[in-house]
């Protein structure tokens, strides 16, 4: 991480970043976990995931999660999504559920969501590593200061997104972007502990494609593929 492993998109904005005091202390705190046989999630290769499928100049919606899932073959870089083959988790479940009473998509049996990102939907965690079954391991270590930084960049220099903010963190984390430009969408969290007290039938994703409508941009296909290789 020396160099900025962002693709060019990004690293027009956010490549000095890496040569920040806060990186090189976050990079040796990483490299000390790796020394120690402490096995990170997700693999290094998937830490920027988001940003290579969902280039800046296609952002239209941001998701924000916290951290990546914590257990093996689970975590790949985006935020809710799982790797094919893995069960779906409860939270990403309860956000089947709401898609599919609000926008009529048909479930599917996995939990792959690069079609989203494909489409410019930013699925951004706002940690980006985290060691294996220690939940919350690598917070407060620099990851925070990077996303907050991509998220003021996705203010500044796009028109027109929708930031879907579930929970207080991600509503606290995005508490500055300009509602003057961009839509900002409020819900509780869709984990089970909280999707009852209000995720359900908040509308968000018919919500996005309207806004989206509104400014002759093509809405987000929220239906995901049937099956995933």
Same mark, same amino acid.
């Given at each position: 991480?020396?160099?900025?492993?962002?693709?060019?998109?990004?690293?027009?904005?956010?490549?000095?970043?890496?040569?920040?005091?806060?990186?090189?202390?976050?990079?040796?705190?990483?490299?000390? $976990?790796?020394?120690?046989?402490?096995?990170?999630?997700?693999?290094?290769?998937?830490?920027?995931?988001?940003?290579? *499928?969902?280039?800046?100049? #296609?952002?239209?919606?941001?998701? *924000?999660?916290?951290?990546?899932?914590?257990?093996?073959?689970?975590?790949?870089?985006?935020?809710?999504?799982?790797?094919?083959?893995?069960?779906?988790?409860?939270?990403?479940?309860?956000?089947?559920?709401?898609?599919?009473?609000?926008?009529?998509?048909?479930?599917?049996?996995?939990?792959? *969501?690069?079609?989203?990102?494909?489409?410019?939907?930013?699925?951004?965690?706002?940690?980006?590593?985290? $060691?294996?079954?220690?939940?919350?391991?690598?917070?407060?270590?620099?990851?925070?200061?990077?996303?907050? #930084?991509?998220?003021?960049?996705?203010?500044?220099?796009?028109?027109?997104?929708?930031?879907?903010?579930?929970?207080?963190?991600?509503?606290?984390?995005?508490?500055?972007?300009?509602?003057?430009?961009?839509?900002?969408?409020?819900?509780?969290?869709?984990?089970?502990?909280?999707?009852?007290?209000?995720?359900?039938?908040?509308?968000?994703?018919?919500?996005?494609?309207?806004?989206?409508?509104?400014?002759?941009?093509?809405?987000?296909?929220?239906?995901?593929?049937?099956?995933?290789?």
């Amino acid at each position: 991480m020396s160099h900025s492993p962002l693709p060019d998109s990004w690293n027009a904005y956010l490549g000095e970043e890496f040569s920040a005091p806060y990186m090189q202390s976050l990079r040796a705190f990483l490299a000390e $976990e790796k020394v120690a046989h402490k096995v990170i999630y997700p693999h290094s290769s998937h830490w920027f995931r988001a940003f290579e *499928l969902t280039p800046i100049e #296609r952002v239209k919606v941001v998701i *924000l999660g916290q951290d990546p899932y914590h257990g093996p073959n689970q975590a790949h870089g985006l935020c809710f999504s799982v790797r094919p083959g893995v069960p779906t988790p409860p939270s990403l479940q309860n956000i089947y559920k709401e898609l599919a009473t609000d926008v009529a998509t048909t479930p599917v049996n996995h939990g792959f *969501l690069e079609s989203w990102a494909e489409q410019g939907v930013m699925l951004l965690n706002s940690v980006l590593t985290v $060691e294996q079954g220690n939940a919350g391991s690598h917070r407060n270590r620099g990851w925070e200061t990077f996303t907050d #930084r991509a998220i003021q960049v996705i203010n500044e220099r796009c028109d027109g997104v929708v930031f879907l903010l579930w929970g207080s963190y991600a509503q606290k984390k995005a508490s500055f972007v300009d509602r003057s430009k961009h839509l900002v969408l409020h819900a509780p969290h869709p984990s089970p502990l909280s999707a009852h007290r209000g995720f359900f039938g908040t509308r968000h994703f018919s919500q996005a494609n309207a806004f989206l409508d509104e400014r002759n941009l093509d809405p987000i296909d929220w239906q995901l593929p049937a099956s995933v290789a």
